[in-house]
C-alpha cells in the first residue's frame, strides 16, 4: 500500500456539518497548501498552529471557503509525515471542491486506511493500536469504545513486552551456549529457563483466553429468548430492548414469527430475537414458527429459557429445558409479580418480572459472566477482540509449550530454538513486525477513506 507520494481525503463522514475537514498527508502537502490557501494575516504557514484564511481553487482563481489551516510538521503528525488539516464549512460541495483543487495540485486521493497504514509505516502505532483505531470508529457503545481506547493507548502492546523480553533473554542464553560448545547449561540454568517459560506460557495463556468474551465485545452475540406461548417472552424482549417493539398480549400465540431487533446489554452489543411459543400444535402458520424459534436456539450465542412462574411447570416447558443445552442456556422466571406456583427449587433459575422491572440487572450479569467464561477475570483489563490476534497467541502459547517439552526432554539448544524462534515470529504477527504485505492490505482495506 505504502508509496513515497502525497495523498488525501475527506476525513469526516457525509453529510452537512457545521465543519468538514480535508486531510493531507506526504511530502507535497506544504507545498499544495502553499499553493491553495491564503492566510488572513499573509503569514506562512507555521507547524502547529492553526491558521485563518481563505481556500482557493488556483485553476479557477476563485475562492472555495473560508478555512481553519493546521499544519502537523514531520514526524510530529498522526502519519509521521507532513501533514495538512484543513476545516471547511460542512457542506459536502464545498468539500468536493477542496478535495478536487487539492488532486488538480499533484495529490492523489488516499485508499480505506492509508493514513493510519503510514502511521503503521512510519513506527508512529503498532498494528494492535492500528487495528483499535477502526474498532474505536466503528464503537456502538461506550463500553466498546472504552475496549479500543485502551488498545490504542497501546495496552496489549505494552502487557506483550515483558513476556516478550523475557522469551528474548532465553533465546539469548541458549544461542550462546550453542556458540560456546564447551559451556555445558548447568542444572540451575535449565531450572531458571523452565520458570520463564512456565511464566510466559501462562501469561499467553491468560490474554488468549480473554477472546472468549472480547470476540463478543467487539461482534456482539445473540440472544434467542424462547418459552412456551404467552409466558411472556414479548414483554421480556421489550424490556431488554427498551421499546415496545413486540406486540403484547395475553392470547397465546401471539407471535407467530421471530423478531430481531438490536441493542446493547451491559455495552455489549446484542441481537435479540423474539420467537413464536414453543408448544405441541398442529396449526400450520404456527408450526413453521415454531421450526424457525429452533433454528433461533441452535444458532444463538445464549438462549434465554422463559419460564411462568405464576403457573406450574407444563410438559412443554419441561421438553423445552430438556432441548435447549445446559451450557448454553439461561433461565428466566418471569412473572414473579403475581402469586407463585411454580416450585422453583428445581430449576437453577433467575427471578424476573417484565411487568416491573424486578431481576434485570441480575439477567445482565448472568448474560455477561455466560459470555466471559474463562476471560471473566480479563473483563475490565487488556484483552483479545480479534481473531487474528487471538490465533497468533494460541499458536505462540503452542511453541512454548513445544520448547518446555524439549527442555525437559533434554535436547540439543538448537532444536529448541527452533519452536521459540516461532513464538517470537508469532508476537511479530500481533504488533505487525512480521505480517505479509497481502496481510497488512487485507486489515487496512477495512478502514473507512480519511483514516
Excluded: W
Excluded at 339 to 350: D, G, L, Y
Amino acid at each position: 500500500m505504502f508509496r513515497d507520494d502525497t495523498i488525501a481525503a475527506i476525513a469526516t463522514p457525509p453529510g452537512r456539518g457545521g465543519i468538514g475537514v480535508v486531510r493531507i498527508s506526504g511530502p507535497g502537502s506544504l507545498e499544495i497548501a502553499n499553493r491553495i490557501f491564503q492566510s488572513q494575516s499573509r503569514a506562512s504557514i507555521n507547524p502547529n498552529r492553526a491558521q485563518f484564511g481563505h481556500l482557493f481553487d488556483p485553476a479557477a482563481g476563485e475562492q472555495i471557503d473560508e478555512i481553519v489551516l493546521t499544519f502537523f510538521k514531520a514526524p510530529r503528525s498522526y502519519t509521521g509525515e507532513d501533514t495538512i488539516e484543513l476545516s471547511c464549512h460542512g457542506s459536502p460541495v464545498v468539500l468536493r471542491r477542496a478535495l478536487e483543487a487539492i488532486i488538480a495540485c499533484g495529490a492523489r486521493i488516499a485508499e480505506p486506511g492509508e493514513f493510519t497504514f503510514r502511521a503503521f509505516f512510519n513506527r508512529r502505532i503498532d498494528l494492535a493500536q492500528a487495528q483499535a483505531v477502526s474498532d474505536l470508529i466503528n464503537a456502538q457503545t461506550e463500553y466498546q469504545a472504552r475496549v479500543a481506547s485502551r488498545q490504542l493507548g497501546g495496552a496489549l502492546s505494552q502487557r506483550l513486552a515483558p513476556t516478550k523480553q523475557s522469551l528474548i533473554d532465553i533465546v539469548v542464553q541458549l544461542e550462546s551456549s550453542v556458540e560456546f560448545v564447551e559451556d555445558d547449561i548447568s542444572t540451575e540454568t535449565i531450572s531458571l529457563l523452565l520458570k520463564k517459560l512456565n511464566e510466559a506460557i501462562a501469561e499467553m495463556t491468560e490474554i488468549a483466553a480473554s477472546f472468549s468474551f472480547g470476540r463478543f465485545i467487539r461482534e456482539g452475540f445473540d440472544l434467542a429468548i424462547v418459552g412456551r406461548p404467552n409466558v411472556g417472552k414479548s414483554s421480556v424482549f421489550n424490556r431488554l430492548t427498551g421499546s415496545d417493539r413486540a406486540i403484547v398480549t395475553p392470547v397465546p400465540g401471539t407471535t407467530r414469527d421471530a423478531l430481531y431487533e438490536s441493542a446493547s446489554i451491559g455495552g455489549v452489543p446484542v441481537r435479540l430475537i423474539d420467537t413464536a411459543g414453543i408448544r405441541e400444535t398442529s396449526d400450520l402458520v404456527e408450526t413453521i414458527g415454531i421450526q424457525r424459534s429452533r433454528a433461533a436456539i441452535a444458532d444463538a450465542d445464549i438462549t434465554l429459557l422463559v419460564l411462568n412462574a405464576s403457573e406450574a411447570l407444563t410438559e412443554d416447558d419441561r421438553r423445552l429445558l430438556a432441548e435447549v443445552p445446559v451450557e448454553r442456556r439461561i433461565v428466566a422466571l418471569n412473572k414473579i409479580d403475581l402469586p407463585c406456583e411454580m416450585n422453583s427449587s428445581v430449576i437453577e433459575a433467575i427471578h424476573i418480572s417484565a411487568f416491573t422491572g424486578s431481576g434485570f440487572d441480575q439477567l445482565t450479569t448472568a448474560m455477561l459472566e455466560r459470555l466471559s467464561g474463562d476471560g471473566a477475570s480479563e473483563r475490565d483489563d487488556t484483552m483479545i477482540t480479534d481473531a487474528r490476534q487471538h490465533e497468533a497467541i494460541r499458536r505462540a502459547v503452542e511453541r512454548l509449550e513445544d520448547a518446555r517439552d524439549l527442555i525437559v526432554e533434554g535436547e540439543f539448544e538448537e532444536i529448541i530454538l527452533l519452536p521459540l524462534r516461532g513464538a517470537l515470529s508469532l508476537f511479530g504477527e500481533v504488533t505487525g513486525e512480521t505480517l505479509t504485505e497481502d496481510i497488512l492490505n487485507e486489515i487496512f482495506s477495512t478502514f473507512c477513506i480519511g483514516k
